[in-house]
């Protein structure tokens, strides 16, 4: 049987190994400006601060017959992408936004994913893991 201390202990463990900022996100509405017809999405972040993008080990879970920029109709394998939360972070739900606002790895600042579902629904839970997909953004050559 595990203590309540000792599982407090592992989440606190869990949590140290956390060290990106991560803003989650929900849509909240759309506006329209009346003059340019331009449409801006509103939203309203549900979850602020601590987590943790991961990738699984192992063989890639799907492959993309890709175009566009030096990628002749390349077939790109993608890796699971996971990302874990404190399990304080509730009221989260699929198709919310995360975005990377820090991390000790510059190449995952400003990175964008979406909420596809969560893979963490146990007993003893020591963070809330979610199975995401990265949101492509502006990349150039």
Known sequence: MI????????RSWAESLMTDTVRVSAP???????DTGAETVASTTLYEGRG??????GQASQQHN??????VGA???EWSLYLHLPVS???LYPGCEATVTQSRDAALTGRRYRLVN???EKTHATARRWNIQEIPGEETP
């Open 28 to 34: 909240a509405g759309v506006s329209v400006d009346p």
């Open 3 to 10: 203590s309540r201390r000792e599982l407090e202990r592992m």
């Open 66 to 71: 890709i175009n566009g920029y030096g990628a």
């Open 75 to 77: 077939f790109v394998p």
């Open 52 to 57: 943790k993008i991961q990738t699984a080990g």
């Open 118 to 120: 969560m893979q963490s």
């Open 89 to 91: 972070a509730t009221g």
